[in-house]
């Protein structure tokens, strides 16, 4: 089982970027979804999160622009990012609580960087 994360890139500030992520292999369930970041010399930080009843929650700094959204039957995540500021420019990790169809226990899994640069 792995995390692969898509969507990142260059963009203007203002503009739009859709991140996307999909838990592939044997997956047999999954709970909590998330979206972290890291800027150059900051530590990761949690820019999002959705339970897998739907229920999202985010950091201050977001609020209003960035938007969760999970796909429970193809196991997949996404982080659609509005009116994106200079600011929001770091390597986006998706993260996820999930149970491989192998085992018996949840386990937290890392989705591989994506870079998201916000610039004119």
């Known amino acids: 089982v792995q995390l692969q994360a898509f969507g990142g890139g260059l963009v203007q500030p203002g503009g739009s970027l859709r991140l996307s992520c999909e838990a592939s292999?044997?997956?047999?369930?999954?709970?909590?979804m998330r979206w972290y970041r890291q800027a150059p010399g900051n530590q990761r930080e949690l820019v999002a999160i959705v339970g897998s009843g739907g229920s999202t929650n985010y950091a201050e700094s977001v609020k209003g622009r960035f938007t969760i959204s999970r796909d429970n039957a193809k196991n997949t995540v996404a982080l659609q990012m509005n009116s994106l500021k200079p600011e929001d420019t770091a390597v986006y990790y998706c993260?996820?609580?999930?149970?491989?169809?192998?085992?018996?226990?949840?386990?937290?899994?890392w989705g591989q960087g994506t870079l998201v640069t916000v610039s004119s």
């Open positions: 993260n996820a609580d999930l149970r491989a169809a192998d085992s018996a226990f949840l386990l937290n899994y």
């Open positions: 292999g044997s997956v047999a369930s999954i709970n909590a």
